[in-house]
């Protein structure tokens, strides 16, 4: 009997049993790497158009392409923001209005800009102090219920936007006089620019008051319309020029003294986004609130240095006895437009109880910042009347 040569089945064997136990051990290769590295995000890619309300040179206008530049790179390719500046589409104070109807996807700007629909508005940054400062403020916005009962009024006016806060502002100067203000009645009957509830205490204490958007203020204290105005920092206002009209800065106010951004994004564009992008728009105004301020701090201390050494500006601290009497003004504010406005009295309720405990532990715990100040550098700061 011929015997029956094995070897060419043995090889086809070997190469079957190979071939299978490759692909098995590729497979599981496969399996671990899917275990082994995160899934990477299918959402589909969006860029929304974002306006502030702040012009080209303002450092506003840095501050928002701080949140932008923060989204662009945590977007990772996938969600991006095209950033405008004030006029672009529309002017400062219709910035709520063009994301609310679609004209704009998001904007940057503060809340006190549309305080003219609901005086509630101006709570979320220029209402009243109780002791707490703006990163308190922001601490009420996010774990004292202030989102909510912004959330809330939104809804109530039926503006179909959601909002997110930002940068803890330091508080804002009294402003720029032709001449240093000694007392209230140095005041009276002044024609002064400031914005939101702020225009409201002014005209307590015998202001007269026009409400202008940054960028108008500058001609109109040329044109005689107002004789002196606010705005918010030393950097802004150096920007202005107002050092070019005034020499008087008039430093320290309740006026404004707790105020943050407000990040809107039109509600209906924002719902049909995805899980991941909504977290990214939401996150990266926490992590402007940092960027924001150290930024302010810096730029803001080296402004006044310059406008004091350089530009002949005199900086003054404004006397107790006005703020006193803006203390006054409030209370007399407070009483009526609580009266008038049961949830003005339900959201201002919930930040002067937050405002009480949380300020009690700050103001009680904070060391003499100015005793240490004077300590290492007496006699630079103006006496405080």
Known sequence: MKQRDTSKATTKTSRRKFLKTGAATA????????LGFPMVSRAQTVTLKMQGAWGAKDIFNDMAMQYVDSVNAMGGGRLKINYLVSGAVV???????????GVLDAGHGVTVYWYGKSKVASLFGTGPVFGQDAH???????NGGGQE????LIGKLGINTVGFFA?????????????PIKNAKDMVGLKYRTVGLAADLMQEMGLKVTQLPGGEIVPALERGVIEAFEFNNPTSDRSFGAHD???VYMMGSYHQAAEFFEIIFNKTKYNKLPKEHKAV????AAAASSTNFWLGIDR???DLQWLTKKAGVGAYRTPQSIMTKQLAAWDVMISKLEAEDPFFAKVLKSQKDFAHRASFYYLLNQCDYKLAFDHYFPGELPKFA
Do not use: C
């Open 300 to 302: 803001y201390s080296n």
């Open 281 to 284: 728009l939401k996150h990266a």
């Open 136 to 142: 308190l403020g922001l601490a009420w916005i996010h």
């Open 149 to 152: 009962l912004y959330d809330e």
């Open 91 to 101: 002017k400062s104070f219709r910035v709520q209005d063009a994301v609310h109807k």
């Open 27 to 34: 497979a599981g290769v496969a399996g671990a790497a899917t």
């Open 245 to 247: 009209v005034s020499k």
């Open 167 to 179: 940068m803890p502002m330091p508080t804002q100067p009294l402003g720029w006089f032709k001449k």
